[in-house]
């Protein structure tokens, strides 16, 4: 039994849908082009006058017209990953007890509540950032004994505000993202995986580990997701991160990121020069931000690459 053609409407149709799903497709990079270009321009004027300079400095004096952007940097990337690092084993075990230990009657409640802390606005964590963990931070700088606050990640007055308390803040924001995406990732996983490891004698516990060597790619790219949020955010982080543009080690110093020294004096700039330089923290803001998510791509490349080289290949057949 043969089927008719399509008709000339159908494929018309057809034609149609490709090419207007190409050009809304076509629109990311377009976008991601024009906001370069945009930034390039309105900071060239800063671009000229410091150079590569504004990436190396820390003097950031807008009385005396010098701008260097690394201490906004440095907090930047060092409250990131220390976010990254704290929220990442809490956001799995959230993703592993989701997928494979909750009770199926308190399952989709959790996932409920997991999924409302990714929609409570920055202001708010950053109020209950300033209410509940700058005095603990604070609290637990007091109790620290006198020779361990005298090392360089401990040094420094008891503040509460700084960059632990911002770290913090950041990994309870990025913790509900990376555990929800994780877990739809350990859910895709093949129930014959799982079922294969039992066959095979192994317990819970090896067979969760061989889910998540499974989703590993997915499992990265959750936690660059996470990444990704804690580089951007800017309320919460201002309000506890003390907004001091100085390079230290010290956890509890209070550190500048490129994003609150941006929303804090944006509208301060009096003349040319300091609103370029702004806008140039935004261009070294987007670039950091392209970097970053490239090497986790490589990084997801890397781990598909190495998974598929261990898959055994067929012997050829022998020659007749």
Request: charged share 10%; glycine share 8%.
């Amino acid at each position: 039994m043969t089927t008719a053609p399509p008709s000339r409407s159908t494929s018309n149709e057809s034609r149609a849908f490709r090419i207007g799903t190409a050009a809304v497709a076509s629109l990311v990079p377009v976008l991601v082009a024009a906001i370069a270009i945009l930034l390039t321009r309105d900071s060239w004027l800063s671009v000229r006058a410091f150079g590569l300079n504004f990436w190396r400095t820390s003097v950031w004096d807008p009385v005396a017209g010098q701008f260097g952007a690394f201490p906004f940097i440095w907090g930047t990337l060092y409250s990131s990953f220390l976010a990254l690092l704290i929220s990442t084993p809490v956001a799995l075990g959230i993703a592993i007890f989701l997928s494979d230990l909750s009770p199926h009657a308190y399952r989709r409640p959790l996932i409920f509540l997991t999924e409302l802390l990714a929609a409570i606005p920055s202001i708010v964590y950053g109020l209950w950032g300033v209410f509940v963990l700058v005095p603990l931070v604070r609290k637990a700088h007091l109790l620290m004994p006198g020779w361990l606050r005298r090392t360089p990640w401990f040094e420094g007055p008891p503040l509460g505000v700084g960059l632990l308390a911002a770290s913090l803040v950041l990994a309870v924001m990025i913790t509900p993202f990376t555990a929800s995406v994780a877990r739809e990732i350990l859910k895709a996983v093949p129930a014959t995986q799982r079922e294969g490891a039992y066959a095979l004698g192994a317990t819970r516990w090896e067979a969760i580990r061989l889910a998540l060597f499974y989703g590993r790619q997915g499992i990265i790219g959750s936690v660059m997701l996470g990444l990704g949020r804690a580089l951007g955010e800017t309320m919460a982080v201002t309000m506890v991160i003390g907004n001091n543009p100085q390079v230290s080690l010290s956890l509890f110093a209070p550190q500048y990121t490129m994003a609150a020294v941006i929303a804090n004096e944006f509208t301060e700039a009096a003349d040319d020069l300091y609103l370029n330089a702004l806008v140039e923290i935004g261009l070294v803001l987007f670039l950091v931000t392209i970097v970053i998510n490239a090497l986790s791509r490589v990084l997801i490349w890397r781990v598909g690459a190495a998974r598929l080289e261990r898959v055994p290949r067929p012997a050829p057949a022998a020659a007749a």
